[in-house]
């Protein structure tokens, strides 16, 4: 699969450890992966770490379910557009060159956990020219300032 260039994975959950390194190595084996679209419903596995996709330009990942989901690791320097829903953030890396994006992220218990990440998220998009915030994520945003 080294030649891929476009993955869609839906997830309904994960079992166990072996199912989220069986998903981490899917993903190391796709060095020239350029679209990623994943939907995932689990409600136990709620870490997700993203290995360093040089070539990603298109990264769309919603979370279907009630409680979300944390990103651990979001590095993507290639990404042109970005789809978030239902997702928080432990670590944003390089995401200078993203000029799309649609976020709506969610509030984990920790609130300042959150609002610290969102903050980080924002900063990160340094070369915006589209985004879209929904009405949760825009609320969120209005209690920090």
């Known amino acids: 699969m080294s030649a891929l260039e476009t993955l869609k994975l839906h997830m309904s959950y994960f079992v166990d450890t072996d199912d989220v390194i ?4 899917l ?5 020239k992966l350029e679209a990623l679209s994943l939907s995932f419903s689990s409600e136990i596995f709620h870490n997700i770490h ?3 996709l040089s070539y990603l ?5 919603t979370v279907d379910n009630s409680i979300g989901a944390c990103l651990e690791i979001l ?14 953030f432990s670590t944003i ?3 200078h060159n993203v000029l799309e994006a649609n976020l709506d992220v969610f509030s984990p218990p920790a609130q300042s956990v959150y609002n610290n990440s ?10 915006i020219t589209h985004l879209f915030l929904s009405l949760s994520t825009t609320k969120v945003k209005l209690v920090l300032l």
Do not use: M, R, Y
């Open 22 to 25: 069986s998903f981490h190595v």
């Open 118 to 127: 969102l903050l980080q998220l924002l900063e990160a998009l340094s070369e």
């Open 93 to 95: 890396g390089d995401l």
């Open 50 to 52: 993203l290995p360093l």
């Open 75 to 88: 590095d993507a320097p290639g990404l042109k557009k970005l789809t978030l829903n239902q997702i928080t």
């Open 27 to 31: 993903l190391s084996g796709c060095p």
């Open 57 to 61: 330009k298109t990264l769309e990942f």
